[in-house]
């Protein structure tokens, strides 16, 4: 058992040593989890982002004093809407499910529409 060399999970390398050693040293463990850190922050923000950006699009199109609105996908599409990401659905009593940025959400409708709204509590 054990005769299987384990590699350096930063540069590949054979490892000498221990058994449950994952890299040659602590310069290949900081290289590698520094890295993983950098790749895991920028992961977190770009979707942040996309997220805020979204939320501030639906902001957008819902009139001053008013709670909810109508618009088309074209409308989201052309202001940069990602549908694939939302913070949270929310599922009515009328089984309507609805996709939330924070507190804004939206609502399929038919033929392309949604309804956008205000959200008041989630
Ligand atoms: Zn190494």
Redesign the pocket.
Known sequence: MDQEKKR??????P?QGRVDKK???D??RNTYNNRQNAANVNLIRNINNTLKKNRNILESLIPTNEELTKTTRERLTRAGFNFRFFTHSYQNRKGNNYHYCYDYGYLALEGDWFLIVRGKDF
Do not use: A, V, Y
């Not at 350096?8 to 390398?13: N, S």
């Open positions: 350096c999970l930063h540069c590949d390398k490892i890299f040659c040293d310069s290949c």
